[in-house]
């Protein structure tokens, strides 16, 4: 099944809603870079909200670039997109390995980090590009960019990432954004 991403309104149109289903994009991304299970789950998450944040541009000659610089194993990751979106990145430790979290789960955060920033750089044709910066504020990148479209580009948002990973590859990877 394809990667899709599906926009709509809700409430008398007064609530901008994105879900995303970039499966492919992040399996792709898993086998190219031969990312560990952690690093699948923090860079598919930001490859899927830098997917959505691509759509979400006007112009096929716009250009998006996302950073997240942490304290983190992982260091650093970038994606680049255009509005299509056709999203490229990199991670600069693909093989981080870490304990599971206190749930059992894999522990993004602490790959991540909880300290540093996302860096987004918005070339949308004017002069000079858009950058917007913010502070990393639990190394979860969902909650992360929430704090971002709020502190710098002014947007109420909620935002869910997940990517599900199994021995065998990705098996889902999604967004909600609003």
Same mark, same amino acid.
């Given at each position: 099944? /394809? =990667?899709?991403? @599906?926009?709509?309104?809700?409430?008398?149109?007064?609530?901008?809603?994105?879900?995303?289903?970039?499966?492919?994009?992040?399996?792709?991304?898993? $086998?190219?870079?031969?990312?560990? /299970?952690?690093?699948?789950?923090?860079? %598919?998450?930001?490859?899927?909200?830098?997917? @959505?944040?691509?759509?979400?541009? $006007?112009?096929?000659?716009?250009?998006?670039?996302?950073?997240?610089? %942490?304290? %983190? /194993?992982?260091?650093?990751?970038?994606?680049?997109?255009?509005?299509?979106?056709?999203?490229?990145?990199?991670?600069?430790?693909?093989?981080? =390995?870490? /304990?599971?979290?206190?749930?059992?789960?894999? =522990?993004?955060?602490? #790959?991540?980090?909880?300290?540093?920033?996302?860096?987004?750089?918005?070339?949308?044709?004017?002069?000079?590009?858009?950058?917007?910066?913010?502070?990393?504020?639990?190394?979860?990148? #969902?909650?992360?960019?929430?704090?971002?479209?709020?502190?710098?580009?002014?947007?109420?948002? #909620?935002?869910?990432?997940?990517?599900?990973?199994?021995?065998? %590859?990705?098996?889902?990877?999604?967004?909600?954004?609003?």
């Amino acid at each position: 099944m /394809p =990667d899709k991403i @599906i926009k709509f309104l809700a409430h008398n149109q007064k609530i901008s809603v994105i879900c995303a289903d970039t499966t492919n994009l992040v399996e792709k991304a898993r $086998k190219t870079h031969d990312l560990s /299970p952690v690093v699948t789950a923090a860079f %598919g998450r930001m490859l899927t909200i830098t997917a @959505i944040m691509g759509a979400e541009m $006007k112009s096929a000659k716009n250009k998006l670039t996302v950073q997240i610089k %942490g304290n %983190g /194993p992982i260091e650093m990751m970038v994606a680049t997109t255009n509005n299509f979106p056709k999203v490229k990145g990199y991670v600069v430790n693909p093989q981080v =390995d870490i /304990p599971l979290n206190e749930f059992g789960k894999l =522990d993004v955060s602490e #790959a991540v980090g909880n300290e540093g920033y996302i860096n987004v750089i918005k070339d949308i044709g004017l002069k000079d590009p858009y950058i917007g910066i913010s502070p990393l504020t639990s190394g979860e990148i #969902a909650d992360d960019f929430a704090n971002y479209f709020v502190t710098s580009e002014q947007r109420n948002s #909620a935002v869910a990432l997940g990517v599900l990973v199994d021995k065998n %590859g990705v098996k889902k990877a999604r967004r909600l954004f609003n």
